[in-house]
């Protein structure tokens, strides 16, 4: 349950939800991608109202969001390509997806991993992928749900890094979930839910001397 959360989430930020288990932000993080409906209350995305909205409309706001989660959610059968070209194939690009997905794939760092398979790859590549899929469309919102959970300090910061200058270039806003204390850094703001409800809003600094 969430309770009297008003947020306003401007472009180009990095915003990360934190807070204890079981405070709401993996179903704030639903809500706000069109995931699940909301019951009472308003909650606006790209401008649009969502409560009310019909089946197809929610569809198609999804397609202008990223996600990116914790199990990086790979096609195992698909190379890194195919995996991104997924994606291009959602807004009907199919004579242009190759080199879309091989262009994302190059800005992440994986230009010689285009046509490897999940299996031939690291814990970081892959998230790589998940992050290539999540922004090869160009969204206006991505929506990270513990992207560093299951990787090693030096592999998590490298997976925020390239978030942050991907959305930097692209003027996405992220809204990240995470318990991960070593990228709090990156956020521009940090978002603090406790039983639902929203404990705090502030910067990294202001974070850190409260915590």
Request: glycine letters at 8%; charged letters at 25%; aromatic letters at 4%.
């Amino acid at each position: 349950m969430l309770f009297d959360i008003s947020l306003v989430l401007p472009r180009g930020q990095i915003i990360i939800l934190t807070g204890p288990s079981g405070s709401g932000k993996t179903t704030l993080l639903t809500l706000i991608g069109a995931l699940r409906t909301l019951q009472s209350g308003s909650l606006q995305v790209l401008g649009h109202e969502l409560v009310g909205l019909r089946t197809q409309e929610l569809i198609d706001i999804r397609r202008n969001i990223g996600f990116i989660f914790q199990s990086h959610n790979l096609f195992e059968s698909l190379t890194a390509s195919q995996n991104v070209e997924m994606s291009v194939e959602l807004t009907g690009k199919f004579d242009t997806k190759r080199r879309q997905a091989a262009d994302m794939l190059a800005k992440v760092g994986l230009a010689n991993r285009v046509d490897y398979k999940p299996k031939a790859l690291s814990g970081g590549q892959k998230q790589r992928v998940a992050i290539a899929r999540a922004m090869v469309n160009r969204p206006q919102i991505i929506l990270a749900d513990e992207p560093t959970a299951a990787l090693d300090k030096a592999s998590g910061r490298d997976v925020v890094t390239l978030m942050r200058q991907l959305c930097e270039e692209q003027g996405s806003t992220v809204l990240m979930v995470t318990h991960d204390n070593r990228i709090l850094d990156v956020a521009d703001r940090i978002i603090n839910l406790v039983d639902g409800r929203l404990e705090s809003d502030t910067t990294p600094d202001e974070y850190h001397l409260t915590h």
